[in-house]
């Protein structure tokens, strides 16, 4: 099955400066990732996801890049403020697939003032 | 946007007895919803895939028996952990699909914390 790797586990930034995140996955076959942030005890809350037939989103100070031959994609958060802290999960999935996610292992993102 | 509901929040039952959780696309149908278990600090896991009408599917390792899902229309599906033992507290989160959308996308509601005593 599908396997998702995600570093770091926790990140460290001063507000203002950029954050990203790396997640790399196993099955050539997935083509369909999602990045999602969950505040402590709450829902995860889908923020951008991107699906295979593109290499790059954005969305105002978040950006996903996805490179298919080496199986990776990253999320970037530019100029990053405080309510950007919270832990942050990548998932894969294969559309016709069930579309079962396969999450990461999560990153914890502590924006400092 | 699509909104999922969960009930209740938060429960505590004492060890072997059953509690049940109700999942709910508000909003939309959802003919696919999935159920996650969430331990603290560590990611979501798929325990399994709940299907309008029919079986659900469970992932490896997780026991249909004692995860007992039931998806009887397209707005509502629920899980019931029977016999519950200090073992499956945790924090469980369903999610549905939109089918509005793209369809890879998926919501999730608000989650249930469970503790067995």
């Known amino acids: 099955g599908e396997n998702v790797e995600q570093h770091p586990s926790t990140l460290s930034v001063q507000e203002g400066d950029s954050a990203v995140i790396k997640c790399t996955y196993s099955?050539?076959?997935?083509?369909?990732f999602p990045w999602y942030k969950q505040e402590l005890g709450k829902r995860p809350q889908l923020i951008i996801d991107i699906r295979s037939n593109v290499g790059e989103k954005k969305d105002q100070r978040i950006a996903v890049t996805l490179n298919k031959t080496a199986k990776h994609f990253s999320l970037h958060i530019t100029e990053t403020q405080p309510e950007d802290s919270a832990v942050y999960f990548c998932a894969a999935s294969i559309a016709g697939g069930g579309n079962k996610l396969t999450f990461g292992t999560g990153t914890q993102l502590k924006v400092e003032l | 946007g699509a909104v999922v509901s969960q009930h209740p929040s938060r429960v505590i039952c004492k060890s072997g007895t059953s509690v049940k959780i109700e999942c709910r696309s508000l909003?939309?149908?959802?003919?696919?919803m999935f159920w996650y278990r969430q331990f603290p600090k560590q990611s979501l896991m798929l325990m399994a895939t709940s299907n309008e009408g029919s079986k659900a599917t469970y992932e490896q390792g997780v026991e249909k028996d004692k995860f007992l899902i039931n998806h009887a229309s397209l707005t509502l599906s629920t899980l019931t952990v029977t016999s519950a033992h200090p073992e499956d507290s945790s924090f469980y989160i369903c999610s549905a699909r939109d089918y509005r959308g793209p369809t890879d996308t998926q919501y999730f509601g608000p989650g249930t914390r469970l503790t067995v005593l």
């Open positions: 909003d939309f149908q959802a003919t696919t």
């Open positions: 099955d050539s076959a997935s083509n369909y």
